[in-house]
């Protein structure tokens, strides 16, 4: 613990990074991987389970948590902490990429985003200084900038003008943010699929004096090759003291070879989502339950996990309750992909700790492709 946001490279295997940050709130073990918890609450999970699980800090959504139950009612019911009982860090992210994919937009201009509820139709206004002020009243740990996240294929000019309006929004979100030592305020550099934007873009944020880094802009259709053909670009331009975040990724592919490329924090809702449709991920690669194969298969999805989902119940009984779309079929799912993804971060942090992150890589993706599952 400590009152001050500090980070600690511990280290190094190739560029992947061990580290770890420590804020009032509890220490983040790097490479981290934060479950979602959009509206409050990681779903299909109790916070005890995903905590046990290996997390050391969960997501919140601006966006969400803005329209229900309201950022001034939170702040009232004593912030986000108090209310979901996760006494943890929380990373908010800032509602520009939820309000591009989730809301009826309505405008984009210079003084932020304009939208209608995707909840009730109402109409709200975000500029980049009510985005921070609204983080801020949910008590958030790390605040995200407001940012415009263009999908991509997308024309150049289109880019670099998202790109640098979200610069000039990084300034203000700067401003708003103000010296909150517990807390921090991550730029998130964009630039779609051009390597000049991306280092215009990861240059214009180093001169905001910002305590981690964000890589936006990527998971929004294009390739993984080009994804991490933009790493390659933008981490070597942002400071090696500094966290590095990965916006929305992603599989544990994704996460592996983005760990090589010097990642250092993702977030994504395959695990959860995926669970919920029935898709259980395991060290042998991925099972959907749903398919008929498993109706009288008895063996657990993973005996030698130490999560109770993978280890003490039937494929059978699994297939049953997805197929029966029964709620704890989610559940158990959830509970299992969630262990999987911590699990598989602990084995990068230990790969990385003796130096051998790469044949972790190789012996990882060679138990996928082993299948067997
Ligand atoms: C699933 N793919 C994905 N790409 C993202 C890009 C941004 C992005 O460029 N900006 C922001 N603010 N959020 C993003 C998110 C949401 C992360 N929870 C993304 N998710």
Redesign the pocket.
């Known amino acids: 613990m400590s009152e001050n946001f500090t980070f600690t490279l511990k280290a190094t295997s190739g560029k992947a990074r061990l580290g770890e940050i420590t804020m009032p709130r509890g220490t983040i073990r790097t490479p981290a991987f934060m479950p979602?918890g959009t509206v409050g609450s990681v779903k299909a999970m109790y916070l005890d389970q995903v905590r046990e699980g290996g997390a050391d800090i969960i997501?919140g959504?601006t966006y969400h948590l803005m329209l229900r139950p309201g950022a001034e009612r939170v702040a009232r019911l004593g912030g986000l902490h108090e209310l979901i009982r996760w006494p943890y860090p929380i990373l908010t992210?800032?509602?520009?990429?939820?309000v591009m994919?989730l809301s009826g937009l309505r405008k984009l201009d210079e003084q932020g985003v304009t939208f209608k509820s995707h909840i009730d139709g109402s109409l709200h206004h975000m500029s980049p200084e009510r985005s921070i002020e609204i983080q801020g009243l949910l008590d958030s740990d790390i605040q995200?900038?407001?940012?415009?996240?263009v999908a991509l294929p997308a024309e150049e000019k289109e880019i670099e003008r998202a790109m640098e309006m979200?610069l000039r929004w990084a300034e203000r979100c700067r401003v708003a943010f103000g010296e909150q030592p517990g807390k921090a305020m991550f730029g998130?550099v964009?630039g779609g699929d051009s390597q000049a934007l991306r280092i215009r873009s990861a240059e214009g944020l180093k001169q905001l004096d910002l305590k981690g880094y964000?890589?936006?802009?990527?998971?929004?259709g294009e390739p993984q090759n080009v994804m991490l053909e933009m790493l390659d670009i933008t981490l070597p331009v942002l400071p090696s003291e500094k966290p590095r975040y990965l916006?929305?990724?992603?599989t544990p592919d994704d996460i592996l070879k983005s760990v090589a490329r010097g990642i250092d924090m993702f977030?994504?809702?395959m695990p959860t989502r995926s669970g919920r449709h029935g898709l259980a991920f395991t060290r042998r690669g991925k099972v959907n339950i749903r398919n008929a194969r498993h109706a009288e298969d008895m063996r657990p999805l993973d005996e030698e996990s130490s999560c109770p989902a993978a280890r003490d119940y039937s494929r059978a009984y699994l297939h049953h309750l997805v197929r029966s779309n029964e709620a704890l079929g989610g559940m158990l799912l959830s509970w299992n992909n969630l262990s999987y993804y911590q699990d598989l971060m602990q084995g990068i942090r230990k790969a990385i700790a003796e130096d051998r992150f790469a044949d972790f890589q190789a012996e990882t993706l060679a138990a996928w492709e082993k299948g067997d599952i």
């Not at 992210?93 to 939820?98: A, E, K, L, N, R």
């Not at 916006?247 to 992603?250: A, F, L, N, P, W």
């Open positions: 979602v997501l959504n992210d800032s509602g520009g990429f939820q994919s995200m900038q407001l940012d415009e996240c979200s998130i964009q964000a890589v936006g802009g990527l998971a929004v916006m929305g990724v992603g977030d994504c809702v």
